[in-house]
């Protein structure tokens, strides 16, 4: 099992930047994709961004596309979600997670690992 750490959120005006972190402890490994999804009061958990076990694809989903770029570094167990040109409709509690088995996985079932969330807050 794999012990996630979300940390970098918090209140931000439209138009600013956050930058999200993930530390993984525990049965780590290369051979997860890691994950970045948010909800928001009253919704459904969403999908925001998937990267590969090996770093190089990455997946993004169509309302954060050319905001958002969701990175890693193995070395150091870390995700990274960089959220730019943030908007008031990014405001969520966003989780990262850890999938074993898949590539570029983007259903809440397929990831059975998660972090216990950071709130990000966009003030218009």
């Known amino acids: 099992q794999v012990q996630l750490v979300e940390s970098g959120g918090g209140l931000v005006q439209a138009g600013g930047s956050l930058r999200l972190s993930c530390a993984a402890s525990?049965?780590?490994?290369?051979?997860?994709?890691m994950g970045w999804f948010r909800q928001a009061p009253g919704k459904e958990r969403e999908f925001v961004a998937v990267?590969?076990?090996?770093?190089?694809?990455?997946y993004n989903t169509d309302s954060v596309q050319g905001r958002f770029t969701i990175s890693r570094d193995n070395a150091k167990n870390t995700l990274y979600l960089q959220m730019n040109s943030l908007k008031p409709e990014d405001t969520a509690v966003y989780y990262c997670?850890?999938?074993?088995?898949?590539?570029?996985?983007?259903?809440?079932?397929?990831?059975?690992?998660w972090g216990q969330g950071t709130q990000v807050t966009v003030s218009s």
């Open positions: 990267i590969a076990w090996n770093g190089i694809s990455t």
């Open positions: 997670a850890a999938a074993r088995g898949y590539y570029l996985p983007r259903k809440v079932t397929n990831f059975g690992s």
């Open positions: 525990g049965r780590t490994g290369s051979d997860y994709a």
